[in-house]
């Protein structure tokens, strides 16, 4: 069953901004990935927070988890028209077999 | 330097055919995955292979049945072929199950007429 949910389902911004994207879950976790899709390609793996890790960075990403909300939010700073994509969490659910769950995803446009 | 190819990227038939989809991967990992991504980008787990042995099999239809000759590649046959199948269909590796990191293929987009 889906699991991870993204907030927004879609997000429009100009170049330079930043863009903050949500995701819900419902059940306990090990740990979150967040990755990017870009149109017609496979996804690629972002960042990996895990249940004990409260903030994560890797260049202009930034990643934190909120086990108590359950919810974990990607904010990527100073926006560039290459990082239009579509961003997806997933969770890896404590004893669930160890398989990931995908949410729907949020589809970013970063405008020039 | 590739390293998780399917193929083919495209593939159009019609219903009642069988078809397969080939998965390489090069980086050594343990873990293969099939994923299916609908048209609302979706993305559904389908199988799970780790050395050679089925792991996961996400209640699919017994039409689609994984075949990992060895633990590099995962090949997904597809028989008597449904308008319902036409999706994206994605290989992935890991170096373990569970936790780590996926890396994905580029997907096979199946239309099926």
């Known amino acids: 069953s889906q699991q991870g949910e993204e907030d927004p389902q879609a997000l429009s911004i100009q170049e330079g901004e930043n863009a903050t994207m949500n995701c819900s879950y419902k059940t306990s976790i090990n740990n979150l990935q967040w990755y990017r899709q870009n149109s017609g390609r496979g996804l690629v793996h972002l960042i990996l927070?895990?249940?004990n890790e409260r903030e994560k960075h890797s260049g202009r990403l930034r990643v934190t988890l909120d086990t108590s909300k359950k919810s974990s939010s990607l904010l990527i700073t100073a926006s560039r028209a290459a990082d239009t994509a579509s961003y997806f969490c997933?969770?890896?659910?404590?004893?669930?077999?160890?398989?990931?769950?995908w949410g729907l995803g949020t589809s970013l446009a970063v405008n020039p | 330097d590739t390293a998780v190819s399917q193929t083919p990227k495209y593939l159009v038939t019609q219903m009642g055919n069988d078809k397969s989809i080939k998965c390489e991967q090069n980086?050594?990992?343990?873990?293969m995955y099939w994923y299916k991504q609908d048209s609302k980008k979706f993305l559904k787990i389908m199988f799970s292979?780790?050395?050679?042995?089925?792991?996961i099999n996400e209640t699919v239809p017994n039409r689609f049945s994984p075949k990992s000759p060895d633990k590099a590649h995962l090949n997904l046959h597809i028989n008597s072929l449904e308008l319902g199948d036409s999706a994206v269909y994605f290989c992935a590796s890991s170096p373990q199950g569970g936790s780590s990191p996926l890396h994905f293929g580029n997907g096979t987009r199946l239309t099926v007429t």
């Open positions: 997933a969770t890896d659910n404590a004893g669930n077999n160890r398989k990931l769950i």
């Open positions: 292979y780790n050395n050679k042995e089925l792991i």
């Open positions: 927070i895990r249940s």
């Open positions: 980086l050594g990992h343990d873990t």
